[in-house]
Each structure stands twice: as C-alpha cells, then as structure tokens.
C-alpha cells in the first residue's frame, strides 16, 4: 500500500544528505530541552468495527409468495427474515504485531534505557499470553544516522577517545541512515557489536532465540547525543525504507497490527514537523486507518503540576504529548522519571490486544 510520501520524503533526503549522516553527530549544546506545558487538546473519535443489523425498509411491502397451498401440511415453514451472516467477524491480527521502538540516545539517557530493557521481559511474555500463536517484527530505529567519531578515525586496536568503540569495524549500508533498523549500536554505554538476528533482517522476528538479549542488543542505544524519536519514526515507517531491498524490509505487515513505542526525556521540539504531522504519518503507514495503530510515549512529565519529574512550567509546547493526544484513544503518554515502565507496557498490553480482536486488514 502507498505510505508516506510526503514528509518522510523530505526527511528522508535531508537523512541521507552527504551519505554518512554524520551532520546530526554532535549537536549536543542542546543538554536541556525547552520545558513547558502542552496547550493542545485532543480531538478523541471513537471508532467501531462491528455493524448494526438493518432491516429493508422494502420489507413492509413484501408478499410472501402464493405459489403453495395455504393448507398444505408439506409447506416450507416461514422462517421470517433470514440475517445475512456477511463475511462473518473481522479477521483480528491474529497476533501479528509490528512493534517499533524509537529510543533517544541524548546523554541523559542512561538510566531510561536501563528501565526499558528491564520492562522489556514482563511486557513480551503478556503478549504472548494472550495470543496463541504471537507472531511479532521488533525493530529499533537509528535515530543518529551516523557511523564512527573523528577521535576514532583510523583506529586500528582502541580509540583513545572511545575504548569501547568497534576499531577496525566496516558499516553496513543501513547503518548511517536515520529511521533504520539499528543491528550495531555504537558508541558509550551502547551494545557496540552486530546483534545476532535470527532472521537475517534488521529487525527481530517470531522464533528469534533468545528474544530478551536480542532486544537488549539492539535497544542499547548508548548516549551518544541523538534524539528526535518523532522525526526518526516518521523515517522508519517511509515507504523508502520499507520497500524491498531498502533497510526495513518486510517490517510493515498489512495484516499486522503497529505498535510505536518513543521514548525521550526532552519534549522532542528539533523533530521536523508538527505532532499532527507524526499522527497522520502513523495513519497513513497503516492505510488511513487509525484503529491499526496503538502509541505509546514515554518522555518528560515537567508540564504537569504533579508529574514525577517536577513541575517546571512555560509555554513551550510539549510536542510529543500532543502526538499522544491526537493519537487518542489508542494511546498512552508515561513519565519517563517512573522508577519503571511495566505498568505502562501492561497497560499498552491491554489496548493491543483490545485493537487487535477488531483490526480489519485494509
């Protein structure tokens, strides 16, 4: 189906300009994000799926038909209106659930992405309690677009700079490009290593040995100073990489249920575009249909009086709860400062397997 081709377009370019994305490494005078307090308001629809019997008006000046004797005892029996059973139920998922994570490597990172892999486990073995046959893609997207650090050019044994970075590692062709799946994170507190993808792909699938590690490797992400989740989203879901051949190819299932989860500790202000933007990106990738998507953000809670970050108003907009807003109501906003995040996974859980029992495949 035809996918994002407006904005991710533009993003895209701007992604792949000069062919390493290195441009995006070092934009780290930015160590706070402008804080305030979201102004928005949700526009929340409810959507339903199932469809209301209706009877034909023309049925009031119907005659049932004299061809048989009225007396007859060997008559067909008058049933009365016989319901049209249609295609039956709506085919559901079936438990196929496309799950992207977006996953800020800003300094301030380290800790969050600790409790993202701790929350990891609990949130996977929920799924798949409640679908017999779980059949999952989970991909972490590049939100650096960028291989290697000056310090470490021509680093043959160890980077002075950064021992722990892969000397002597060639890229693949993926792995400088913004929005795709990530299989070598690099950089301090990243895995820095290929993750091993059953699959082959850069992406894990159902049957992956060992899930848990795999996803810890490819979600350690490092703090290495790339944020924008918003934008990087809207790049992972862009038809130029998910079309064949491109780095996230296969990821997005017609059949499949999206998830996104984002997480970032700042508003996500740099992000190109506006939340409405980000939302109708997520519609469109699954075909204009709203109810195929469930979001779940994670990030600063600051423009709340009693949010756990501390209350530190402005009248900056909170971009990324606004995405969430608009997303209503198959979304859920988490404050990234919650000592973990298992109940906002079993509570995204719930909403997945509620979305799930009435996607209709477009």
């Known amino acids: 189906m035809p996918r994002l081709t407006s904005l991710a ?3 895209l370019a701007a992604a792949c300009n000069g062919g390493d994305g290195q441009e995006t490494v070092f934009s780290t005078s930015i160590t706070t994000a402008p804080m305030g307090s979201s102004s928005s308001t949700s526009s929340t629809s409810t959507s339903t799926t199932s469809s209301e019997a209706s009877t034909s008006a023309s049925s009031e000046n119907s005659t049932s038909s004299t061809s048989s004797t009225s007396g007859s005892t060997g008559a067909i029996p008058d049933l009365g ?11 559901g998922c079936k438990g196929k659930v496309d799950l992207l994570f977006t996953i800020s ?16 486990p609990g949130f996977m073995a929920t799924l798949e309690s409640e679908f017999a046959d779980f059949d999952y893609h989970i991909l972490s997207s590049n939100t650096s677009g960028f291989w290697g650090y000056p310090s470490c050019v021509g680093c043959q044994d160890i980077c002075a700079d950064l021992p722990e970075y892969p000397c002597g590692t060639s890229p693949e062709p993926c792995d400088s490009i913004r929005g795709a799946g990530v299989t070598y994170p ?15 792909l850069r992406y894990i699938t159902a049957g992956q040995p060992m899930t848990e590690d795999a996803f810890t490797c490819i979600a350690s992400m490092g703090t290495n100073g790339a944020d924008g989740v918003a934008e990087t989203t809207v790049l992972a879901l862009a038809d130029d ?8 190819e296969g990821f997005l299932r017609d059949d499949a249920l999206l998830v996104v989860v984002a997480i970032q500790d700042t508003y996500d202000p740099f992000s190109e575009g506006t939340a409405k933007d980000w939302r109708d990106a997520l ?37 990324l709860r606004t995405w969430t807003e608009l997303m209503q109501p198959n979304a859920l906003f988490g404050s990234i400062c919650a000592e973990g995040y298992d109940d906002y996974f079993a509570t995204v859980a719930k909403m997945i397997k509620s979305q799930c029992d009435v996607f209709v495949p477009q």
């Open 9 to 11: 377009a533009v993003l």
């Open 81 to 91: 209106l016989i319901p049209d059973g249609g295609d039956g139920p709506p085919p």
């Open 105 to 120: 490597s800003h300094p301030t990172m380290e800790i969050k992405q600790a409790r993202l892999k701790a929350s990891f």
């Open 186 to 200: 690099i950089g301090k507190h990243a895995s820095n290593q290929r993750c091993e993808l059953a699959s082959g």
């Open 241 to 248: 990489l998910d079309a064949p051949g491109a780095c996230n």
């Open 283 to 319: 519609v469109e990738a699954k075909g204009g249909d709203a109810d195929a998507v469930v979001l779940l953000v994670i990030s600063t809670d600051v423009d709340e009086p009693v949010g756990l970050c501390g209350y530190k108003p402005n009248n900056s907009e909170h971009k």
